[in-house]
């Protein structure tokens, strides 16, 4: 029923996301490429034997894309059930696949980020407290840290000090911070975002996680996609960057 992706049979497989989407064909390309490489760390990618978006992906915390402390956890990234394989079990038989392989490997649990409500492009946090997952640590944002312990570790998983306030050097218009964890990411930042802020003359500032140490840098936990506006972090959600979507946004925040 569910497959694991390798080395060998990521270019033969789809990663769930963006199949079909043309314009995000080299977001796509540049995600499987950053998979191949993650794989050599321990990364996980399993998928529903289908053209479906089925999936999880998780590996070890140590080296996760994302600015947290959690040693000898796994890091869950994305984790994602829709459209008509909603309500056939398939999130907890992916996430009991996961918690076992943790376990197996002497892990001391799961990590992930989320939303203190549902955040754009990351797991529901009420799912996932339902499966025995607890909130470590929240941000003024929003933005929280869960884990499953299973009970062999005093350490707490937390942010690391460079997401604790949430704040970036620049106080005027848009920064972006994006990495190739999202086939989506690439195109909707270079084109869209860059088209809508034009359009308003409003600054731009890209900044691509191209790396481990970056993406672990960075001044926020959600590494796929961050946007901040005069400073003060705005949303996760991509389709922020379309223009209709990006005036509200913006209407939302006093601009």
């Not at 696949?97 to 009420?126: C, P, Y």
């Not at 308003?200 to 901040?228: D, M, Y």
Request: proline share 4%; hydrophobic share 35%; charged share 25%.
């Amino acid at each position: 029923m569910y497959i694991t992706l390798t080395r060998d049979t990521i270019e033969a497989e789809h990663i769930c996301c963006a199949f079909s989407d043309k314009k995000c064909a080299e977001g796509y390309r540049q995600k499987k490429r950053w998979l191949a490489e993650e794989f050599d760390r321990g990364y996980v990618f399993r998928r529903l034997d289908e053209r479906a978006k089925v999936f999880i992906e998780y590996g070890p915390a140590e080296t996760a894309w994302i600015p947290v402390v959690a040693p000898n956890y796994f890091m869950l990234g994305c984790f994602w059930v829709s459209g008509k394989h909603k309500g056939h079990g398939h999130g907890k038989a992916l996430l009991k696949e996961a918690t076992e392989a943790a376990q197996t490997q002497g892990r001391n649990g799961l990590v992930t980020v989320a939303g203190m409500k549902k955040f754009h492009f990351m797991s529901d946090t009420k799912w996932l407290l339902g499966q025995g997952f607890e909130i470590c640590e929240s941000l003024p944002s929003g933005l929280c840290l869960l884990s499953l312990n299973f009970g062999t570790s005093r350490d707490i998983p937390h942010f690391r000090d460079c997401v604790k306030n949430e704040s970036i050097p620049e106080r005027s218009g848009c920064v972006v911070y994006y990495s190739n964890r999202c086939p989506y990411a690439e195109y909707h930042v270079r084109e869209s975002l860059t088209a809508a802020c034009r359009k308003r003359n409003i600054p731009l500032k890209i900044v691509k996680l191209e790396s481990l140490e970056q993406a672990q840098a960075a001044p926020t936990p959600a590494t796929i996609f961050s946007l901040f506006y005069e400073g003060k972090f705005v949303t996760t959600d991509i389709s922020a960057c379309m223009d209709s979507k990006f005036g509200k946004i913006l209407e939302k925040h006093g601009a």
